[in-house]
């Protein structure tokens, strides 16, 4: 009796959890003006408390929580096990499977309320094109070359102020770079009220390698409301990583427009690191739709542009990924292109090129 109240007791919060969640995205989706309440209002909450309340820890709590669970897993699966096969312990299975199944209910229930009420309902808020006055439009292929080469001048011009390691890589080395990334943001944030606020620490991910297999250079993790980042990847990805990350605590959750704030985060700050890599990220973009734009010869110039600085970190960088090429990596990204579709993002993986957007949009606004 005991055992049947505490199954429909857990059953009851599971249900109430996804009925919230549930509720609060479809009114985000179809009741005018929630999202952009809830975005001001509401979701700060939970950086404020949960992301503030995990912050001084050193590690990720997320990447703690996600290997308790796989442990747990490994122990329950090991514990019902041995009560099935020795005959003294098989009237226990019955109880071990209830309780595996109650501690399920409510990992997954609040799993889904946080991703829901942390995550899931800020993609149907303002974008930021909106919110700051952009104005988003198609651009001409010339538009984009000169975008290229605007990032390029712009990339040569700092990486004469950068530190770099032994092998000529630039390094971050000696940089407070979770400090910094923090900073930046909240320089920005004295420009752009929906970005001003608190930032929790950004915590590096101990087992990046697993990260890197699946393609991921950073996550944001609503259940715990931090900013993981992959911290073996070349340096210049670190810092732009870190300021996108730090966009999503803030309730931007489009990949494209958290890339975007990422740049200007990284223009923000005081150190050339961080504008360097916030520039040869935004390049690197910008490169890749030029070469499926333009002709072998148009973008064989737009390379020969490149300074031997940003050459150098390129080639590093796409050294760094190709070693993790492989099914683990092209199954991870059909998983993010589904998601992203899930959520108003139709274009899949392709919206993290609509970042080019708002760039284009940036500078057409600065030359007006």
Known sequence: M?????????????????????????????????????????????????????????????????????????????????????????????????????????????AFLMVSLACTVNYERSTYAALTNQTVEPSTKAELFSLCERLIADAGAVAGEIPVDGDG????????VKGEARASMERLGADVPALSGY??????????????????????????????????????????????????????????????????ACLASETPEFRYSGTLNALRYVLNACAREAEPEEYARLRDQLPEQV????????????????RPAAVAVRVNDSYLKMNAQEDGVKSYGRMIDLLLAKYRDDAA
């Open 2 to 110: 005991e055992r049947t109240r505490r199954v429909k007791g857990t059953m009851i919060y599971a249900l109430c959890a996804a009925a919230v969640g549930t509720a609060a995205i479809l009114l985000s989706k179809y009741a005018d003006g929630f999202a952009e309440w809830y975005a001001a209002r509401i979701f700060p909450v939970f950086p404020n408390t949960i992301g503030r309340l995990f912050s001084p820890v050193p590690f990720s709590v997320f990447e703690a929580l996600l290997c308790a669970a796989l442990l747990g897993l490994l122990l329950f699966g090991a514990r019902l096990a041995v009560s099935a096969v020795v005959p003294s312990r098989r009237k226990n299975v019955r109880n071990i499977a209830a309780g595996g199944f109650r501690v399920a209910l409510v990992v997954a229930g609040t």
């Open 169 to 176: 890589l630039f390094t971050t080395a000696g940089l407070d």
């Open 199 to 264: 930032y929790p620490n950004p915590k590096p991910v101990l087992l990046s390698t697993v990260m890197s297999s699946l393609n991921l250079t950073g996550i944001y993790s609503p259940v715990t409301v931090e900013a993981n980042y992959n911290r073996d990847t070349v340096d210049y990805v670190i810092p732009y990583t870190i300021c996108h990350e730090l966009a999503h605590l803030k309730g931007f959750m489009r990949e494209d427009e958290a890339g975007f704030i990422a740049y200007l």
């Open 311 to 326: 050459r150098r970190d390129l080639l590093a960088n796409y050294a760094y990924w190709q070693r993790f090429q492989g």
